[in-house]
Nanobody, 124 residues
Framework: QLQLVESGGGLVQPGGSLRLSCAAS????????VGWFRQAPGKKREGISC????????TTFDSVKGRFTISRDNAKNTVYLQMDSLKPEDTATYYC?????????????????WGQGTQVTVSS
C-alpha cells in the first residue's frame, strides 16, 4: 500500500518561502502522477499542480503560477512544492496525492492515495 507523508509546513511571514516534501513509502511512485492540493478552513479543496514520472508538470491554479514550483526526485521517491512570495491567502493545509492517469491533471477525484497534510500559515 502506497503511503504519502507531507512535511515542511509551518509559520512564515508574507513574502517568505517554504518547501514542502511528499515522501512516498511502501510502493515506488513510478508512473503515478503526484499532485499537490490545499484546503483552507471553510473553503473547498483546490488543486495546485501535478507532475508525472517524466517531470511533465501541470499548473492550472492561476494564483500560484510564477510563485509555486513542483518538482520530483524519483530516486528519493519524493515530490516537492517550492513556494515563494507567500501571501496570507496561501494559508491552508497542503496535501499531496498520487493517482494513475494517462493525461496528468489535478482533479482530486482521480487521485487514489492521499497524505495527511501539512499546515502552512502565512502571517506577520
Amino acid at each position: 500500500q502506497l503511503q504519502l507523508v507531507e512535511s515542511g509546513g509551518g509559520l512564515v511571514q508574507p513574502g517568505g518561502s517554504l518547501r514542502l516534501s511528499c515522501a512516498a513509502s511502501g510502493y515506488t511512485l513510478g508512473h503515478l502522477v503526484v499532485g499537490w492540493f490545499r484546503q483552507a478552513p471553510g473553503k473547498k479543496r483546490e488543486g495546485i499542480s501535478c507532475i508525472t514520472e517524466d517531470n511533465i508538470t501541470v499548473t492550472t491554479f492561476d494564483s500560484v503560477k510564477g510563485r509555486f514550483t513542483i518538482s520530483r526526485d524519483n530516486a528519493k521517491n519524493t515530490v516537492y512544492l517550492q513556494m515563494d512570495s507567500l501571501k496570507p491567502e496561501d494559508t491552508a493545509t497542503y496535501y499531496c496525492a498520487a493517482g494513475n492517469m494517462r493525461i496528468p491533471h489535478i482533479r482530486a477525484a482521480d487521485y487514489d492515495f492521499w497524505g495527511q497534510g501539512t499546515q502552512v500559515t502565512v502571517s506577520s
